[in-house]
């Protein structure tokens, strides 16, 4: 059993983030088959296009970011749920005075993030 | 690629639940590892104590409740992140005036749901 606020778990920068970072809130050591993380990206702040190995299921908490999903651009905001596929490029790009916070969970597997040029 | 609004998302009751619903916001067959569901519990309802054959991680959007998790008590509220091992009895009783709602994500297995007498 396992009982935390989101608010007291360390935040660690994002390294190839512009303004952003993560809490991991139920860490592959702490349970069997997945991790439930947490990212926050400030105004003006963003992620680039990049790969992971495993796929992402996200739900946004709060404020608005444009998202590149392969081929696809969306807008996501708070309520907003989302799967990105292993291995299909992804970015982000924050919209407005509110940082943009969402959860982003992936299966207990190795993961490996390669930055992409294609936008 | 998946993207949709939770408020757009079908809500089931849950039967056996007071004034509790759920959402599958993304299911077995939309990804591959894991599910993601939403549950609201109105004021003044809850779930009676019961096990799973999954594990269960949460994370709480809104409202507060009283949660047993086997022999501990304690008070979730929004931004509390709980991991509920598979097979551990567990129950909500909602407190204060506002709906409880929570993501729940299990894993893609088998998933069998046992009301128990403990409380």
């Known amino acids: 059993m396992l009982h935390k606020q989101a608010n007291d778990v360390p935040a660690e920068m994002v390294p190839v983030g512009r303004g952003a970072t993560k ?10 088959n997945f ?10 702040g963003g992620m680039p296009p990049h790969t992971n190995t495993v796929e992402h299921e ?19 905001q708070a309520g907003d749920v989302i799967f990105i596929p292993a291995q299909t490029p992804h970015w982000y790009e924050v919209e407005g005075a509110e940082p943009f916070e969402f959860l982003c969970l992936i299966p207990n597997m190795p993961d490996r993030m390669e930055l992409v040029k294609a936008r």
Do not use: C, N, W
């Not at 991790?35 to 003006?44: D, E, L, T, V």
């Not at 444009?66 to 696809?72: E, M, N, P, Y």
């Open 23 to 32: 809490q991991v809130l139920i860490g592959a050591d702490e349970a069997p």
């Open 58 to 76: 996200q739900y946004v908490l709060r404020g608005r970011a444009r998202l590149g999903i392969g081929d696809k651009t969306l807008v996501a």
């Open 35 to 44: 991790a439930m993380r947490k990212f926050s990206i400030q105004p003006g």
